[in-house]
């Protein structure tokens, strides 16, 4: 696809909406028993690009997400654990959306679920403490839950808002 001023405005107002919806989601006390149990508002910006451009663009506006909300906001660890969820999730989207067998909201929820398994697998790595895997089973049902809620207004978004490249 050509690299229109209008395509790289979309862009740069996916990468500021996604770290807004990532700030706010700093802001929402989830007071459950799991660790690292967040709502993936960023993700709702993934799945609207994947549907409404590529995962190249996508992939691009994850990125840079992923970059400036750990310079702003976290530190080395948090870039740790968010890149490597983020990726996983974006290549399970990715894959699953390219299958054609996925609503968005499936393709949602998997990208959910794995961005909780790719940070279990970085704090595996990172810490060298395997006993942390047995957090998943409910980051599994967590991002079940928030990957529905997710995909569902990612659905509306896909259907309402309208692109001039569409």
Known sequence: MKCTAYRITLLGVSVAAAMVLSYIETLIPLSIAV??????????????????????????????????????FGNAAS?????????????????????????SVGVSMAGAVSHNAGQIIMAVLLTGTREIAWWLPPLILSGIVTGLAIGAVGAVLISKIKLKTD
Do not use: C, E, Q
């Open 35 to 72: 660790p690292g149990v967040k709502m993936g508002l960023a993700n709702l910006v993934m799945v609207f690009l994947l549907y409404k451009l590529d995962w190249k663009h996508a992939a691009a506006v994850s990125i840079i997400r992923v970059l400036l909300t750990a310079l702003l």
């Open 79 to 103: 870039l740790a654990y968010s890149a490597s969820g983020a990726a996983l999730s974006l290549i399970v989207m990715s894959l699953l959306k390219g299958s054609g067998a996925f609503s």
